[in-house]
C-alpha cells in the first residue's frame, strides 16, 4: 500500500500563472479531502469528494480554485492566476469509514 | 460553527520531561475527537480517536480522556523522547454536520536531548 500520492512534491509558479495538483488516492477508499496548510491559519478544509461526486466545497476560495475527480484513482485542485497568498501546503487526504490518510502534500510558491 | 483551540503554540521539553498539550472544543453533541501528529515533510497522520464522554485514547505512550463537561480532550505523555519531536493537532468531527474535520492550529513539540 503505497498510501496517498500526490504529485508534484514541490511547485514553484509566477503570479498570475495556472497550477495544477494531483492526488492519488489510497484503493477502495471512497472519500478524498483537500486541505490547505499555512503557518498562520494551521490546516483549513478545502473541499472534498465521496464515490467521485463533490459533496463540501465550502472551503474553497470562490474563484480561483477548483477541484476535480474524474475517475476513483485521482482528484485534482487547479489553482487559477495563482497569487502569491496562495503559498502554502496543499494536502490530500482520503478516507474509507472515516479516519484520514494523509498524502505528503504539495508545496506550493508562488513568486 | 465547530472549534477547535490549542492553547500553545510550541512547547520545548527534555527528554523524559511529563508532556500536556491542552486542546478544548466548541462543538454540539457528541463529536468524536482526534489527535494527529506530522513529521516534517509528511501529513498528518492519526494517533488516536475518542467519541464518547470519559472515553481515553492512547497510542504510543500518548493518552487523552474524552471530557465532554470540560469540552476538553488533553494530550499527555508521561516520559517524551527526541524522536516525539513534530507538529501535533487536535481535531474533531462533529456528528451533525458531512464528514470533515475541524483541526486546530497545531502545537510544535520540540524535545531536547
Known amino acids: 500500500n503505497a498510501g496517498v500520492i500526490q504529485t508534484p512534491r514541490h511547485k514553484v509558479t509566477g503570479k498570475g500563472q495556472e497550477a495544477t495538483l494531483w492526488c492519488e488516492p489510497i484503493s477502495g477508499h471512497s472519500a478524498v479531502f483537500w486541505y490547505r496548510q499555512t503557518i498562520v491559519q494551521g490546516l483549513e478544509f478545502l473541499t472534498y469528494f465521496r464515490n467521485q461526486a463533490p459533496i463540501d466545497d465550502s472551503g474553497m476560495p470562490k474563484e480561483r480554485f477548483s477541484a476535480q475527480m474524474p475517475n476513483q484513482s485521482h482528484s485534482t485542485l487547479k489553482i487559477q492566476s495563482t497569487q502569491p497568498q496562495d503559498s502554502a501546503v496543499y494536502l490530500c487526504?482520503?478516507?474509507?469509514?472515516?479516519?484520514?490518510?494523509f498524502g505528503p502534500g504539495t508545496r506550493l510558491t508562488v513568486l | 460553527g465547530d472549534s477547535v483551540t490549542q492553547t500553545e503554540g510550541q512547547v520545548a521539553l527534555s527528554e523524559e520531561d511529563f508532556l500536556t498539550i491542552h486542546c478544548n472544543y466548541s462543538?454540539?453533541?457528541?463529536?468524536?475527537l482526534f489527535w494527529y501528529v506530522q513529521y516534517p515533510g509528511e501529513g498528518p497522520q492519526l494517533l488516536f480517536r475518542a467519541s464518547r464522554d470519559k472515553e481515553k485514547g492512547s497510542s504510543r505512550g500518548f493518552e487523552a480522556t474524552y471530557d465532554k463537561g470540560t469540552t476538553s480532550f488533553h494530550l499527555r505523555k508521561a516520559s517524551v523522547q527526541e524522536s516525539d519531536s513534530a507538529v501535533y493537532y487536535c481535531a474533531l468531527r462533529s456528528t451533525e454536520g458531512a464528514d470533515r474535520l475541524t483541526f486546530g492550529k497545531g502545537t510544535q513539540l520540540i524535545i531536547q536531548p
Open positions: 462543538a454540539s453533541g457528541y463529536p468524536t
Open positions: 487526504a482520503s478516507s474509507f469509514t472515516g479516519g484520514r490518510y
